[in-house]
């Protein structure tokens, strides 16, 4: 088997060849792809792979990188089984062409190599470097080679975080209204160590208006009311040791309204760098933005449930649940035993969230008496949750339901209590009567010995009850007094 390269204007392509010997041309294949590239005119190098390759190479570049930082290239050697090989000492010969530059150094299975392309001799586009590494004796012999593409830009790199602190969040870029979104700016470019330490202005915008100057990658924002929103940072970096001063007015109050990093909102200006190895090197100032696309909705705030308070073994009950928060929402419930308390976390995980904040749900009851069902209803930044208690019995059995009792001696009492409540009122609202007793002839009785007995018994009893009432007149406050004490000619308290 033989081994035949392609080499196109960007990318070097491997193919496997079944053939005799090495070197020969294959024929013209229509799977290998061609690709046009901005300013990557210059052909990469290209070598003749070696009678054997033992090793596979693996390259790795850390960009892309904006014009005039450092990018990272990596090449490591593995064996067929995809782990490092023993350690030896390799050739490593780099070629690019974004600038056209050939270096070769030594190193061991694994070797770094950092480049710096400069803007005064490079454009920014899509590049490719290509290794070709050698070992043996004087490293005559080749190990491998390969290529990879790589990006230089114009202008800074990297990506904007934000986090919230919530209880629950289903989308990392939704948030909760009324509560702080930290912001944070992540540019990834590197630049010397020669350089002087860089000045930072960052500009934060909300939809393209400017809201906050700040001095460091990190800013704090609050939403009082959803909406979906872009979020901006614009970073302008100088690595003069004196900057151009940027006024603390200028920096709150200009809009920057034009495109980020564009002349109108920024103006290159070259930076001396710090001298080394008798060379003077010159920057300009960098300038980038990221953004990030945002939702702040409105949490949980309340959540009613409604419904069957009982069903049959078997059987279903029905529920609504009504929140009052954004939506889409979900609801799930666990069924507990009686009066579990509401837990600190839920109970159970959202499954299909809907565009509405009113749920119907049917639960069935598998287990005799009464259970607790646990609500938790979830929408994109919060959760709450509430309890709902049902009773299940038995269908096929004759006794009555234990949930019938006390709904009859409920009634029993209700009746009581409002029939008493009318009695007592008629009993206070009833003028006194002095009732006298005249007994002119107690020898004629037509009831006999017994019956006079029982009426005695009777006047004495409702004398008594009759001093119980007058007592409790007068020591009543609120109870108006009479001035009338007599009816006719007898005393109301001769009578007694």
């Known amino acids: 088997m033989s081994l035949w390269v392609f080499a196109s204007a960007v990318t070097v392509v491997v193919i496997l060849w079944p053939g005799t010997g090495l070197g020969q041309t294959p024929p013209t294949s229509q799977t290998t792809r061609s690709h046009t590239t901005p300013f990557s005119n210059a052909t990469p190098v290209t070598v ?3 009678d054997k390759i033992n090793y596979t190479l693996v390259l790795t570049n850390d960009g892309p990188g904006v014009l ?49 392309f400069s803007s005064e001799s490079t454009k920014a586009g899509r590049w490719v470097m290509t290794v070709a590494v050698y070992g043996g004796k004087e490293y005559s012999e080749m190990v491998n080679f390969g290529s990879m593409e790589f990006a230089l830009t114009e202008y800074l790199n990297g990506m904007m975080h934000s986090n919230q602190t919530l209880k629950y969040q289903r989308q990392k870029n939704t948030f909760s209204t009324g509560k702080v979104i930290h912001l944070f700016a992540n540019f990834t470019d590197r630049f010397p160590k020669e350089l002087f330490p860089p000045s930072y202005d960052f500009f934060w915008y909300k939809n393209g208006v400017f809201f906050k100057y700040t001095d460091v990658p990190h ?56 001298r080394r190895r008798g060379k003077y090197y010159t920057i300009p100032a960098k300038c980038g ?39 889409p929402s979900s609801v799930c ?20 969230f809907l565009s509405t904040c009113n749920h119907q749900v049917r639960i069935k009851l598998t287990h005799l008496g009464w259970r607790t069902v646990m609500f938790t209803v979830y929408n994109d930044v919060s959760y709450m949750s509430s309890s709902f208690n049902v009773y299940a019995y038995d269908p096929d059995s004759v006794n009555v339901p234990a949930l019938t009792i006390p709904i009859v001696f409920c009634t029993i009492g209700i009746v009581i209590v409002i029939v008493g409540t009318i009695y007592l009122n008629k009993l206070r609202k009833k003028p006194v009567i002095e009732v006298a007793d005249f007994d002119f002839h107690p020898s004629v009785s037509t009831e006999g010995a ?38 006719g000619a007898t005393n109301e308290y001769e009578s007694l």
Not at 242 to 260: D, G, I, T, Y
Request: one cysteine or more; aromatic letters at 10%; proline letters at 6%.
């Open 48 to 50: 003749e792979p070696a």
């Open 289 to 327: 933005s990221v953004s990030q696309r945002v939702s702040v909705k409105e949490p949980m705030k309340t959540v009613d449930v409604a419904g069957d308070l009982s069903a049959g073994i078997g059987q279903y009950i029905s529920v609504n649940i009504t929140c009052n928060g954004s939506y």
């Open 450 to 487: 017994a019956g006079n007995y029982l009426r005695r018994l009777v006047n004495k009893m409702k004398l008594i009850l009759y001093r119980n009432r007058y007592s409790k007149k007068h020591r009543n406050p609120d109870f108006e007094e009479t001035t009338a004490k007599q009816y």
């Open 68 to 116: 005039d930082s450092l990018l990272t290239f990596t090449a490591s050697l593995l064996d067929y089984q995809g782990k490092v090989a023993q350690s030896k000492r390799f050739r490593y010969d780099w070629n690019n062409n974004a600038d056209r530059d050939y270096q070769s150094k030594l190193g061991d299975l694994t070797y770094s190599y950092r480049r710096l």
């Open 333 to 352: 419930w666990n069924v507990t035993a009686l009066n579990t308390s509401v837990p600190s976390s839920p109970m159970c995980k959202p499954a299909e």
């Open 219 to 274: 800013c704090e924002l609050t939403v009082e009311e959803e909406a979906n929103f872009t979020l901006e940072t614009v970073l302008h970096m100088y690595f003069n040791p004196f900057p151009p001063p940027l006024v603390q007015r200028e920096r709150n109050s200009r809009p920057l309204n034009a495109k980020p990093c564009s002349q109108g909102t920024f103006k290159s200006v070259n930076s001396p760098l710090s």
